[in-house]
């Protein structure tokens, strides 16, 4: 068997099927996700220039092929409200961080 599904719960793969692999088998595990699951979950994929798509896989070339990608997007700009709300809101992040750290080293009541 060089192929089994499974379902990831509490930490765990539960394999849905038993194996008779030996303990210490290397396995690699890359979740199926559907087009509804939440951003932020799903592996990237590269949208290639001839309009294919170029699965997630840690190689140079994917790598390369992602950068490219990211180069060919057009940039963002802001209003200037929209810089202003941004740069309050990344504020407000570091504040509200910085307060959490302090009081959990007990810095801060």
């Known amino acids: 068997m060089n192929e089994i ?3 990831y719960r509490g930490g765990h793969v539960e394999l849905a099927a038993a194996v008779d692999w030996p303990d210490g088998t290397h396995v690699t595990v890359q ?5 509804d ?4 979950t799903r592996l990237p994929s590269v949208e ?3 309009g294919k798509t170029l699965p997630w896989s840690d190689t140079p070339e994917f790598r390369q092929a992602l950068l490219e990608q990211m180069d060919r997007r057009e940039a963002v700009e802001l209003t200037a409200a929209e810089e202003a709300e941004w740069q309050a809101a990344r504020q407000w992040y570091r504040d509200h961080n910085m307060a959490v750290v302090r009081r959990e080293m007990g810095l801060d009541p």
């Not at 699951?37 to 932020?40: L, N, S």
Request: glycine share 14%; hydrophobic share 20%.
């Open 5 to 7: 599904t499974g379902t």
């Open 31 to 35: 979740p199926n996700m559907d087009d």
């Open 37 to 40: 699951d939440p951003p932020g």
């Open 48 to 50: 290639l220039a001839d």
